[in-house]
Nanobody
């Protein structure tokens, strides 16, 4: 049974930093593309950052370029999202997801975590 478990969310002031982690089990982690997505109240879920199975390729949404970094440790079955210079508009539930293709389309991802809340106060 596949499980993705996120952690690291919380309340932070604007300009602050958080590091999200997602630990995967029940799948061959190194075979999967991993993505971080977020969903704010009343909005659709959107891709934030995606990393290839090897870690050699990454994608970041324009809204987070220069502030967020995605990385992975295949030995630890873990993907990370380092978030710096946080803004109130980054407030959302953040989800990690596992899939086979580097795409921003949520339906292409096979497995999802339960999400972790990130709240940025102004």
């Amino acid at each position: 049974q596949v499980q993705l478990v996120e952690s690291g969310g919380g309340l932070v002031q604007a300009g602050g930093s958080l590091r999200l982690s997602c630990v995967a089990s029940g799948l061959t982690f190194s075979n999967y593309v991993m993505g971080w997505f977020r969903q704010a109240p009343g909005k659709e879920r959107e891709a934030v950052a995606i990393i290839s199975s090897s870690g050699g390729s990454t994608y970041r949404a324009d809204s987070v370029k220069g502030r967020f970094t995605i990385s992975r440790d295949n030995a630890k079955n873990t993907v990370y999202l380092q978030m710096n210079s946080l803004k109130p508009e980054d407030t959302a539930v953040y989800y990690c997801a596992a899939g086979k293709t580097m795409v921003t389309i949520t339906s292409w991802y096979d497995y999802w975590g339960q999400g972790t809340q990130v709240t940025v106060s102004s």
